[in-house]
């Protein structure tokens, strides 16, 4: 009997309907006609097998076949999913997060580390990261590339994140690193097109460092909440002043210095109330690499239910604006890309794929930078030369996260494109959650990116 996919989705697009299976992944437009001739086809004792379905609409039932989201047998759906979890990914290392410093020279109120919280930042460790500490880091982490087996691929781009805290803290470590990574790319092949970059708050970025970044490759991401004061009213020192003209300060001397930066924007509440105030920041600074941040709830900075689907809505508005500037942001085209593609996408970090490290300034190594404060989820040293990320037994817990994994998620229409959220968000949003847990504010996310994606693909197609 022909039926519809467990995972087979509808989507109204007032004239058309669009037709979609959420692992399969790739839409199927019907006018109303043909759909009202599908369904009173899947509803009549005639329709026992695809080769059954009326002419009007056979083209159509054999497209949806194809497709999955009509099925031929009971156990079609088992073998998608069967075959969709067999390519979820090992735990591979080529992401490497250097913890210059655990010391901020802010302490932003949503500041998902915890410098917002006295109990947390009486945590972070005082020393910064040595550079006898950076060189064992640094063969820790080419060893990880090697037994992840991606030293094989000539043309492996693995990433170093100089991150804090603040990493500028620790300018001259920092500096050290980017030298020293330059020097090996002719020696070391796996690290022959290392990309570095640095996310900074830029308050202690002086013209001689933007310039020395510049020439390092050092890629600079500025942390910012808007292009306003009132935007940026949680982005705060630690005597509590807004930093926001401090800011713009430095983005107006990398704009002179001519260097590129690109925006790392944490969506306030007052931040998504007015998307001209992004596009003016990008307009006067010529920004042309950014990416959203959705704010995080915890203990200390709390947000209404009505943020998660203001803040959704605000990523996909600035995105349609943006494109028509060549500009395009990271959070929406992760999910473009799986789905022009086809293709599962099974995680949107690193850390729940399985795919970094986190080096803190004492050496323990981490999987999610989340947690810096109380080192939970680190789970070795440096110093440990038997540590192998890709059989450790918490590195694999994280790498099968994804909700393809999740029985709660299997009826989502967003499965194929979401990625999941943050396992530490979700931890924190009930008592007794867990890394297993729904980070809920990132389901209302996927699933209006992916209604967007499948409605803005009908506007092109009727264009085109």
């Not at 901020?104 to 410098?115: D, I, S």
């Not at 299997?410 to 959220?421: E, F, N, R, T, V």
């Amino acid at each position: 009997m022909v039926k519809f996919s467990r995972y087979a989705h509808t989507f109204e697009l007032g004239d058309a309907v669009a037709l979609y299976h959420s692992l399969r992944m790739k839409p199927v437009y019907l006018n109303m006609k043909s759909y009202e001739g599908l369904q009173a086809w899947l509803a009549s004792p005639l329709c026992v097998s695809i080769e059954d379905a009326p002419e009007n609409i056979k083209n159509e039932v054999n497209e949806l076949a194809k497709y999955k989201i009509l099925t031929k047998s009971d156990d079609e759906d088992d073998k998608v999913l069967a075959f969709v979890k067999n390519k979820i990914p090992k735990p591979m290392i080529n992401v490497c997060y250097v913890i210059l410093s655990e010391q901020c020279n802010l302490a932003c109120k949503y500041c998902f580390l915890g410098n917002n919280n006295e109990e947390k930042r009486s945590q972070f460790q005082l020393e910064n990261l040595t550079v006898e500490t950076a060189d064992k880091a640094i063969e820790f982490f080419i060893r990880q590339i090697k037994l992840s087996g991606l030293d094989n691929y000539e043309d492996n781009k693995p990433v170093i994140i100089f991150y804090g805290g603040e990493p500028l803290v620790n300018y001259d470590v920092l500096v050290y690193i980017a030298k020293k990574i330059n020097a090996m790319r002719d020696t070391e092949p796996c690290m022959k097109y290392t990309e570095l970059s640095m996310v900074t708050n830029g308050l202690l970025l002086t013209d001689e460092r933007i310039l020395e970044l510049k020439e390092l490759g050092v890629g600079i991401g500025i942390s910012v909440d808007g292009f306003n004061e009132k935007a940026n009213k949680n982005r705060v020192d630690l005597a509590g002043n807004i930093v926001y003209n401090r800011i713009l300060k430095t983005l107006d001397r990398c704009k002179e210095l001519g260097s590129d930066v690109s925006l790392s924007v944490t969506l306030s509440e007052e931040t998504i109330k007015n998307k001209n105030d992004i596009l003016n920041l990008v307009d006067n600074y010529g920004i042309h690499s950014f990416g959203f941040n959705i704010m995080m709830s915890s203990e200390s900075f709390v947000l209404p239910e009505s943020y998660n689907v203001a803040a959704a809505q605000f990523i996909l508005d600035e995105f349609v604006e943006l494109r028509m500037r060549g500009i395009y942001e990271d959070r929406i085209m992760r999910k473009l890309k799986a789905f022009s593609k086809a293709q599962v996408y099974f995680s949107d970090c690193a850390a729940t794929a399985g795919g970094q490290i986190v080096i803190a300034p004492s050496g323990q190594v981490g999987i999610c930078h989340a947690c810096l404060h109380d080192k939970k989820y680190f789970v070795a040293n440096i110093w440990d030369d038997n540590f192998d990320a890709t059989k450790d037994e918490n590195y694999i817990e994280w790498s099968q996260l994804t909700p393809v994994n999740k029985e709660e998620c299997q009826d989502c229409s967003a499965l194929g494109i979401c990625g999941g959220g943050c396992p530490i968000n979700a931890m924190s949003l009930k008592e007794g959650n867990n890394i297993h847990s729904l980070d809920e504010r990132f389901c209302i996310h996927s699933k209006m990116t992916l209604e967007f994606l499948i409605k803005d693909l009908y506007r092109i197609i009727k264009e085109g």
